[in-house]
């Protein structure tokens, strides 16, 4: 069965500086979607970005990038310019096909200012 | 833009009552689901709906536990006989590609069992 593991439980970082939330996953698949959704207090899930595991390119989106490495099953979310309102949990995601999402247990960051 | 949306927002139930839980997924999407949060833990698949049948469901999802697409939009999960346990929130989401395809999210029901 696939397994998604976030080892930081929390996370801190100054405004403006850069963080890096790690994730690690188990799969014999080749071919799957790798996600990291973000989950502020109103606990709305959202998603903050999205990796095809046949990219070797990694995702960016504005202040979001992940660092992909298939080889070694890891997928770590990469924060720029931290601000207040990144301040949530965030939930890395692997699904293959149409089938369920696999969350980890989350990592919960704070912003300090 | 197109979401999706759930009611009610908050449920408080007495242990061994039914309870429905409402989604109105987004429109010209096809593939359905059902997660459950623990307060302060991480969010568990329940169940996935696909051509008005379950394609798959987890082991929380047993006996007390139903979906159903009664009229073309809205999806409902139903617990039969609530328990205590069973305290949580519950999010739908929606895909339109399947494959790989984002799932969007409404933004949750907080069911409370008394």
């Known amino acids: 069965a696939q397994t998604v593991t976030q080892s930081q439980p929390e996370m801190s970082v100054q405004e403006a500086e850069t963080v890096t939330l790690s994730c690690t996953y188990d799969?014999?698949?080749?071919?799957?979607?790798l996600f990291w959704y973000k989950q502020p207090p109103s606990r709305q899930m959202i998603l903050v970005i999205r990796?095809?595991?046949?990219?070797?390119q990694n995702a960016t989106e504005n202040r979001f990038s992940v660092n992909f490495q298939k080889a070694a099953k890891s997928f770590s979310l990469k924060i720029s310019d931290s601000q207040l309102g990144d301040a949530a949990m965030y939930f890395c995601?692997?699904?293959?096909?149409?089938?369920?999402?696999?969350f980890g247990q989350g990592t919960r960051l704070t912003i300090n200012p | 833009e197109p979401e999706v949306t759930q009611t009610p927002s908050h449920q408080v139930t007495q242990m061994g009552q039914e309870v429905i839980l409402r989604c109105v997924p987004i429109?010209?999407?096809?593939?359905f689901y059902w997660y459950r949060q623990i307060l302060g833990q991480k969010v568990e698949f329940l169940v996935s709906?696909?051509?008005?049948?379950?394609?798959?469901k987890s082991e929380i999802f047993d006996d007390q536990f139903s979906v159903e697409r009664p009229d073309g939009s809205n999806f409902t999960l139903k617990i039969r006989s609530t328990k205590l346990e069973d305290s949580a929130m519950y999010f739908c989401?929606?895909?339109?590609?399947?494959?790989?395809?984002?799932?969007?999210f409404g933004p949750g029901t907080r069911l409370t069992v008394t």
């Open positions: 799969t014999s698949e080749s071919d799957y979607y």
């Open positions: 990796q095809e595991a046949y990219k070797q």
């Open positions: 709906f696909y051509n008005n049948e379950i394609s798959e």
């Open positions: 989401a929606s895909s339109d590609l399947g494959q790989g395809g984002e799932q969007y």
């Open positions: 429109s010209n999407h096809l593939y």
């Open positions: 995601a692997y699904i293959r096909g149409a089938q369920k999402l696999v």
